[in-house]
């Protein structure tokens, strides 16, 4: 079991940036790939981005590449996500997850592990 807890969203202006962080309690943390998705008010989640156990894999959604940067630090548990070049299609309740797959992929599914999300809003 792993218990995972979103920090770090709040409203910012078009053009600025964030970071998320997802601390995770239990189970050993570094065993997990872990990910990020968003879901906007009336839209389906969404995969942002995804990290493997040691942090040398990493992935993007084309809508955030070279805006987003996900990184891990295992000694703290935690995952985070930093957002620059925030634009109002940006604004979503953003969840971390975590799988117990070597290699993560995007699919939602393939989460066993979820936080109950942090708002983040752009304003325009």
């Known amino acids: 079991q792993v218990q995972l807890v979103e920090s770090g969203g709040g409203l910012v202006q078009a053009g600025g940036s964030l970071r998320l962080s997802c601390a995770a309690s239990g189970r050993t943390f570094s065993s997990y790939a872990m990910g990020w998705f968003r879901q906007a008010p009336g839209k389906e989640r969404e995969f942002v981005a995804l990290?493997?156990?040691?942090?040398?894999?990493?992935d993007y959604a084309n809508s955030v590449k070279g805006r987003f940067t996900i990184s891990r630090d295992n000694a703290k548990n935690t995952v985070y996500l930093q957002m620059n070049s925030l634009k109002p299609e940006d604004t979503a309740v953003y969840y971390c997850a975590a799988t117990g797959l070597v290699v993560p992929r995007q699919r939602i599914s393939e989460y066993d592990y979820w936080g109950q999300g942090t708002q983040v809003t752009v304003s325009s």
């Open positions: 990290i493997s156990w040691s942090g040398g894999t990493t």
